[in-house]
């Protein structure tokens, strides 16, 4: 049976071994400092929060979100399922959709009026989880890298 709970300090080494799944997964390279910087941001959970889920004891899966504004809807705020990413030897075992039903629980109980998330077009091993627990509404997603990319003090 699947089991979903928030990730504990003793997750640290088999959290950052799946991150690093899903990052390879994208086709990207990140240096250590990030790992670092999104563990304490999880560990916090003020501004962004991850969810593990374990099969008998085992860490196999991990998901990673946060909660913004809407400019449609200023009273209502959408949650916005970042990562999530198995351990390849577990899928299709229920970890996916664990971790999918967890964080809508949890945006529900936090007031989100929404979850949602992005993946590829390619992704079809995931898409058939998606396609059975969400709706796709068709939007197509574009993106302007910036170089700085860090966040000023304050803000």
């Not at 699947?2 to 990052?23: A, H, M, Q």
């Not at 990140?30 to 962004?48: C, H, I, K, V």
Request: hydrophobic share 35%; charged share 25%; glycine share 10%.
């Amino acid at each position: 049976m699947v089991t979903v709970e928030k990730l504990l300090p003793s997750d640290r080494d088999v959290w950052e071994e799946l991150f690093r799944g899903y990052i390879a997964f994208y086709g990207r390279a990140e240096p250590q400092s990030m790992y670092d910087r999104a563990w304490q941001e999880f560990q916090s959970g003020t501004r962004l929060h991850a969810l593990g889920a374990r099969l008998g004891g085992r860490l196999v899966g991990i998901t990673h979100f946060l909660v913004h504004g809407s400019t449609s809807a200023p009273d209502t705020d959408l949650c916005y399922l970042q990562d999530l990413f198995t351990a390849p030897d577990v899928r299709g075992k229920g970890a996916g959709r664990a971790l999918i039903a967890a964080v809508t629980e949890w945006a529900e109980a936090n007031g989100c009026a929404r979850v949602y998330w992005h993946t590829q077009e390619g992704n079809t091993t995931a898409r058939r989880l998606y396609d059975k627990v969400a709706v796709n509404p068709g939007f197509v997603k574009y993106q302007i890298d910036l170089p700085g990319g860090t966040r000023p003090p304050g803000r």
